[in-house]
């Protein structure tokens, strides 16, 4: 009861949570405090890893954002890259800038772009999320990857949604939903100091 009081009197945007309990019955309030994990005593070696190793990767992937973002801030005008996406008919070349969004279709992806043609490519969601990643894609479920220049709203329904330029709107995983809020707070930021 006690840590659960200080958590209440400290910004965890902060940081990230793993609760740890014998009681399964305090997952209800840990959950207001949006914890990257619940594990229940007696901890399970492989359980804590999984946890910790999910802890890491997400603190990877606010570097290199953050990284990205001072890196796009101090970059003079560039030409518009452009990515080959493979079909069944051959190649494919696009400019990043025009793709909306990509969602998961089982071993295959769906590549949507701004003139609402969409695109069956012979890659895994994972795949396209490596290839696009470093141009402001972000994936923020298990289905969906986005492109961050073509996020319209986000909404605070279910664990979160956002509305995309093609008018599509997609869920937000929990686990993606502060580290989401954290880029968009991030754009805000980035706004003023211009």
């Not at 014998?22 to 405090?33: F, N, P, Q, T, V």
């Not at 400019?95 to 012979?122: H, M, P, Q, W």
């Not at 909404?155 to 509305?163: A, D, K, L, M």
Request: with cysteine; charged share 25%.
């Amino acid at each position: 009861m006690v840590r659960a009081l200080m958590l209440h009197n400290v910004d965890t945007a902060q940081f990230k949570t793993i609760f740890t309990t014998a009681y399964s019955e305090y997952a209800l309030r840990a959950i207001k405090y949006t914890p990257l994990d619940y594990l229940l005593k007696p901890i399970d070696a492989e359980e804590l890893k999984v946890a910790v190793d999910k802890a890491l990767r997400q603190q990877q992937s606010g570097v290199q954002e953050q990284i990205r973002r001072y890196l796009n801030q101090w970059a003079g005008p560039q030409v518009s890259p452009r990515v080959a996406l493979a079909t069944a008919e051959g190649i494919h070349l696009y400019f990043v800038k025009n793709i909306v969004r990509c969602a998961s279709d089982g071993n295959y992806t769906t590549v949507f772009f701004e003139d609402k043609s969409k695109l069956l490519v012979a890659k895994t969601l994972k795949d396209l999320e490596s290839l696009l990643a470093p141009y402001q894609f972000e994936r923020i479920h298990k289905s969906h990857l986005v492109n961050l220049e073509h996020l319209r709203r986000y909404y605070n329904r279910f664990s979160g949604e956002v509305e995309m330029s093609d008018g599509a709107v997609l869920p937000v995983a929990q686990r993606k939903k502060s580290y989401l809020l954290d880029l968009l707070n991030g754009l805000n930021t980035a706004m003023q100091g211009e």
